[in-house]
């Protein structure tokens, strides 16, 4: 199956500087990929889909001021988090693949604290 | 708004001992099932789908699941669990009339399985 690289896995920042995950997907080309975040006993939640070569699409309630997302090339995604504050603090996992009938690939995830 | 609910949020077996691990959607329509397993430090991996046909679908490592149309549910089970199942549990649904493919993700489980 498809390996999904997600970096760093753990980030620690000061409230008010911007932070970047990284998503590559190391053996195929993905067009899409999707970026989550997860709140502690809460579900993942999807934040935006994000379009190699083409402006993400968010999801309502999601700032795309603050979640910057870039998908220059068909292996990276990158999400940045801008002016970071403790309320962002959160897990952050992306995928790729995935449709009606396939299944999705997913990084690792990383674990964003803002102090 | 399709939703998932998963009714353990943790869960606490002593190895060989049964495992369900309840699921349900809120959707009338066409729906596709996973079932995802998130082990320590490791990414989201499948377990197990269902798309059609036998409504008792079997995964990887002695995992299965039935889908009840009538219940909209889509538990989990393992007849003899493993001090190596300890791990987050994840259902998911997607729906072909959701547009793009979206996950529709339950709360997690986390199952921990005493030696």
């Known amino acids: 199956g498809a390996v999904v690289s997600q970096h760093p896995s753990w980030v620690i920042c000061k409230s008010g500087t911007s932070v970047k995950i990284e998503c590559r997907s190391l053996?195929?080309?993905?067009?899409?990929m999707f970026w989550y975040r997860q709140f502690p006993k809460q579900s993942l939640m999807l934040m935006a889909t994000?379009?190699?070569?083409?402006?993400?699409?968010?999801e309502q309630g999601v700032e795309k001021d603050k979640f910057l997302i870039n998908h220059a090339s068909l292996t990276l995604s990158t999400l940045t988090v801008t002016s970071a504050h403790p309320e962002d603090s959160s897990f952050y996992i992306c995928?790729?693949?995935?449709?009606?009938?396939?299944?999705?690939?997913f990084g690792q995830g990383t674990r964003l604290t803002v102090v | 708004a399709q939703s998932v609910s998963q009714h353990n949020h943790h869960v606490i077996l002593s190895e060989a001992a049964s495992l369900e691990l309840g699921c349900n959607y809120s959707?009338?329509?066409?729906?596709?099932l996973f079932w995802y397993v998130q082990y320590p430090g490791q990414h989201l991996q499948l377990l197990l789908k269902?798309?059609?046909?036998?409504?008792l679908v079997k995964g990887i490592k002695g995992f299965e699941a039935e889908f009840i149309k009538s219940k909209f549910s889509f538990n989990l089970r393992k007849p003899s669990v493993q001090w190596s199942d300890t791990a987050e549990y994840f259902c998911?649904?997607?729906?072909?009339?959701?547009?793009?493919?979206?996950?529709?993700f339950g709360t997690g489980t986390r199952l921990k399985v005493l030696a």
């Open positions: 995928s790729t693949g995935g449709g009606f009938t396939t299944e999705a690939f």
């Open positions: 053996d195929f080309q993905a067009t899409t």
């Open positions: 998911a649904v997607i729906s072909p009339t959701s547009g793009t493919y979206k996950y529709i």
């Open positions: 994000s379009n190699e070569g083409s402006k993400a699409t968010y």
């Open positions: 269902y798309f059609s046909g036998d409504p």
């Open positions: 959707y009338g329509g066409t729906v596709n």
